[in-house]
């Protein structure tokens, strides 16, 4: 117990309480757990012998290979990427399968090494004797989340569990404990996101009791897993945006192309987001009747169904990389309509427009190219994220209007006539229940509940007053669920807010950019590039050792895009993916020494880092010239 003194005092000074439900039974040989307030037993008696022992020796034996645990894999299994789509980093990842399949007697079932557990959850000790059991024959956890609701179950495990020990066969900074409570669920998140790679693929589970608060727990440690599994990007995808990026900045010296948002103030007006969720059928009366007292920021394909019901936005947002964009935005139509778009977005999507105006989106490479003084964060995955953000920042009032985060039972995932068409209601097979902000049941799979959290996110951060949620879709943490009946929109000067809003628009490049390097970070990014490559050279022998090694790849790789963005967020989403595929292939290979394909991978890999380097040097070219 003296352990968690200087770990954590609270717990400790808890600890030293008497148990007042569960406690340690021991008479002679008989060992169990007693509930002390009806005198029963947790674990089975079988014919006058108590099977606490016995039950935890199973629960120790071979956990990889058990039935009473769960294997997860995060709906992600070997596979090829395309590479029509993304060529530099399918080409990459594509060879190391080839290579682990043909050269090195790859297998369709994983192989880890003995006494080697990846990322093991756990709910409930009832004793956790098993724990002690499983740190006494060797096991050494990669990561550890364990979760205990009750104070005098985990006490009653300080008999059994050496935690000091657990801790040592636990790797740095990846043992989370958390007794009666998830008192912060961003430690949650940060659990996986620590070890991206590493903690996104196999996750071993242990239930030991039923509960609804660790039904809840469970709930969201799934919710966080699945999330870590998208939103990874490319780097065929970054330079999309890089080169769309370029072009809509234009080749003059000090205009910009078009006028970008540049250190916004917030405007008297209350600013309505509106999203193509199933919701926003029900709400267009609303839009419609107060069209005069807010500003309307329409979002992708909302543009048709507020089109369809007469309704004129203020501003559509864009910030689609895809080539076909011009001609959604001519079938909504746009027409008259004020675009504001993503510097990522298509060029001659941006053209067709009468006005124009672009913001810095955060969470693309493309988007830190010259240090902007404003970029907007929290503007992904959807571009109802990116209509959220300006919201938020652009007004303390923030409407939400169809932006449901998930699939609302008995609808359709959109909006009636927009550009998907017809549409069934079913719920997908991956999706899973949340929150609803109304009265329907509400489902959302790890894309919804990645583009709610990043909402919350915007909220806690940009902190606008009020934000009231219109739809019957999912709940977003830090909003108000508000029908439309009951409040009114105060009468305002509609067009002044919006000049307001458009004076914060900026053509300057040297008042917008802080930094316009002349040849296009070229040199960083060849840097960065060996960085990598020498944190890949030295030798990894076993699987263990490269779990380890794609940590440190990984976190190389975050530090770049925090203190460079624009270099580290164009490699990040390609290095993820080629170190999540090293890492599945070496799990197919049946044995431990993996040192050969290692070094193969390793060839490869710095192979393609350069290709790519070569790729920007000619795209950049035209940049370098300015």
């Known amino acids: 117990m003296s352990f968690f003194a200087s770990l954590n005092p609270k717990l400790f000074e808890e600890l030293k309480n008497p148990p007042t439900q569960y406690n340690l039974y021991l008479e002679g040989e008989n060992l169990n757990i007693i509930d002390i307030c009806n005198h029963s037993f947790v674990y089975p008696i079988i014919n006058g012998h108590h099977q606490m022992i016995e039950q935890n020796i ?37 060879e190391m399968i080839d290579i682990m399949m043909q050269e090195y007697g790859g297998q369709n079932r994983f192989h880890l090494p ?39 179950l985990f006490r009653i495990s300080l008999y059994f569990v050496n935690y000091p020990k657990l801790f040592e066969q636990v ?27 590493t903690n996104n693929f196999l996750r071993l589970e242990l239930q030991l009791y039923d509960s609804p608060k660790i039904d809840r727990v469970r709930e969201h440690i799934a919710e966080s897993y699945a999330i870590n599994a998208r939103g990874w990007g490319s780097f065929d995808d970054e330079m999309i945006g890089v080169k769309n990026t370029f072009a809509n900045l234009g080749n003059d010296a000090h205009r910009l192309k078009y006028p970008i948002l540049h250190q916004p103030k917030r405007v008297n007006i209350p600013v309505c987001v509106v999203g193509n969720g199933a919701s926003l059928d029900a709400l267009l009366p609303f839009i419609k009747a107060n069209l005069d007292n807010m500003i309307v920021l329409s979002c992708g394909t909302a543009l048709k169904p507020l089109k369809n019901a007469g309704i004129e936005p203020d501003f559509h947002i864009e910030i689609e990389r895809i080539d076909y964009l011009k001609d959604v935005l001519e079938s909504a139509p746009l027409g008259d309509t004020t675009l504001l778009c993503g510097n990522m977005v298509q060029p001659n999507a941006i053209e067709i427009s009468k006005e124009a105006y672009i913001f810095m989106r955060g969470g693309s490479a493309s988007s830190y190219f010259g240090k902007p003084s404003s970029v907007i964060e929290f503007a992904a995955p959807y571009v109802g994220n990116a209509g959220f953000a300006l919201a938020c920042l652009l007004s303390e009032e923030v409407i939400v209007c169809g932006l449901d985060c998930g699939y609302i039972k008995g609808k359709t995932k959109h909006a009636k006539g927009s550009f998907y068409g017809e549409e069934d209601s079913e719920i997908p097979k991956n999706a899973y229940k949340v929150q609803g902000n109304g009265d329907y049941e509400v489902y959302a799979d790890a894309l919804f509940s990645l583009s709610s959290a990043m909402m919350s996110r915007a909220i806690n951060v940009f902190k606008p007053h009020l934000v009231i949620n219109l739809g019957d879709g999912a709940y977003i943490q830090g909003s108000k669920a508000v029908k439309p009946s009951a409040f009114d929109l105060r009468e305002v000067d509609k067009q ?39 944190a890949l050279s ?20 975050l530090k770049q895009s925090s203190q460079n963005p624009f270099v580290g967020v164009l490699f990040e989403g390609s290095i993820s993916h080629i170190l999540h595929s090293l890492m599945v292939c070496a799990l197919h290979i049946p044995r431990d020494d993996i040192s050969g394909f290692y070094q193969r991978c390793v060839e490869c890999i710095m192979l393609g880092l350069n290709q790519m380097t070569m790729n920007y040097r000619m795209v950049s070219f035209s940049v370098q010239q300015l």
Not at 131 to 149: C, I, K, N, R
Not at 171 to 197: A, M, P, R
Not at 538 to 557: C, M, N, Q, T, Y
Request: glycine share 4%.
């Open 538 to 557: 030295s030798p990894v022998g076993g699987k263990r050792a490269l779990f380890e090694r794609i940590d440190l790849i990984h976190k190389i790789s």
């Open 58 to 94: 199973q629960l120790a034996q071979n956990p990889l290979n058990n039935q009473l645990y769960t294997l997860h894999t995060n709906h992600l299994a070997l596979q090829k990427l395309d590479e029509q789509k993304i060529p530099y980093t399918a080409k990459i990842c594509n």
């Open 114 to 152: 003995q006494h080697f557990l990846p990322n093991m959850t756990l709910f409930g000790l009832l004793g956790g004797m098993f724990l002690e059991f499983l740190l006494e024959e060797g096991y050494f956890f990669h990561s550890l989340l364990l979760f205990e609701q009750e104070l005098d």
């Open 171 to 197: 790797s740095e900074h990846s043992c989370y404990i958390f007794v009666k409570d998830l008192l912060h669920k961003e430690l949650v998140q940060n659990y996986f996101t620590h070890k991206k790679i």
């Open 496 to 534: 002044k807010f919006v000049k307001e809003l458009k004076s914060c628009m900026n053509a300057d490049k040297e008042s917008v950019f802080a930094y316009y390097p002349k040849d296009a970070y070229l040199s960083e990014i060849l840097a960065f590039k060996e960085q990598i490559i020498r």
